[in-house]
């Protein structure tokens, strides 16, 4: 009877034995779910362009043969000379970005910095024409070309921007918006052969430039760690203003010059490495 009774006890145990130690088994672990949480640092490249420019020179109004070098109403000529619109510049853009989002439900907030290499010149002329036949003390009568050029130039942008947007899983769509950097460089030159010699004058104005910029973009995770972003930004800048004197010998004309607000635009593809992956949210 006791042999009949181990016997059971033991093919219960070779029975049930399996099935009780699957059971003990630790379940699974969870799976991570992508989030957008966490920082980032990037390369872009693309295209950009710079907006006509507006420039505006003022040569005074002058009569006095005594004073001044060039008189009315070749004064107003210089003016209409280098009054005008540019053309549109473009070039290439590439840089860096480094920035940090933080995921909430399906909205997602951040903030980001770049750097880019972006050169675009705007200019207007040279613009010629022929001061009028004068007279007057020590003066001979003549004509003589009259040559005034404009122009505005920069090499490179930086902005730093808050973002907002929503994610689809690994699909972002985001708006952008912050503050932007510029170098600018406005060159005026006014130069005419009058007596002979004549007279050159180069008006230099450089100047770092702060001014706003929008946006927006989509972004999609290739990968845990890789994204692969593609953005538009627009940015806006006061325009750059500076005098300067046309002199020859005893002679003078001073002489401005300005330009409107600068207008920049930018599309362009970026790759961002992440650091994280993983997380609720």
Known sequence: MNKLLVAGIGLAGLIGGPAL???????????????????????????????????VTTMPSCTDFTTCFIVDPD??????????????????????Q??????????????????????????LGPSAGLTSD???PGRPFFQAPLLVSNEVASTWLATIR?????????????????????DVRYTQTVTTSLL????????????TKSGVTVGGGAEYALWNNLTL???????????VSGTSVLQFQNFSNPVAGSTGNLHDHIVRVGLNYKFGYGGSY
């Open 21 to 55: 130690a699957a059971d003990m088994r630790p379940p699974p672990p969870p799976v991570a779910l992508f989030t957008w949480s966490g920082a980032y640092v990037g390369v872009n490249l693309g295209s950009g362009w710079r907006q006509p420019v507006d420039f």
């Open 75 to 96: 004064t107003g000529l210089a003016s209409a000379l280098g009054t005008g619109r540019s053309t549109r510049a473009s070039g290439a853009t590439g840089g860096f």
């Open 98 to 123: 480094a920035g940090y989002n933080y995921q909430f439900g399906a909205a997602v907030a951040g903030v980001e910095l770049d750097w880019e290499y972006f050169k675009r010149t705007s200019s």
């Open 134 to 136: 004068i007279t007057g």
């Open 162 to 182: 808050g973002r907002l947007g929503f994610a689809w899983d690994r699909l972002l769509l985001y708006g952008t918006g912050g503050v932007a950097f510029t």
């Open 196 to 207: 002979i010699t004549g007279a050159t004058v180069v008006n230099v104005v450089t100047e």
């Open 229 to 239: 972003r593609a953005e538009y930004l627009y940015a806006q800048f006061t325009g």
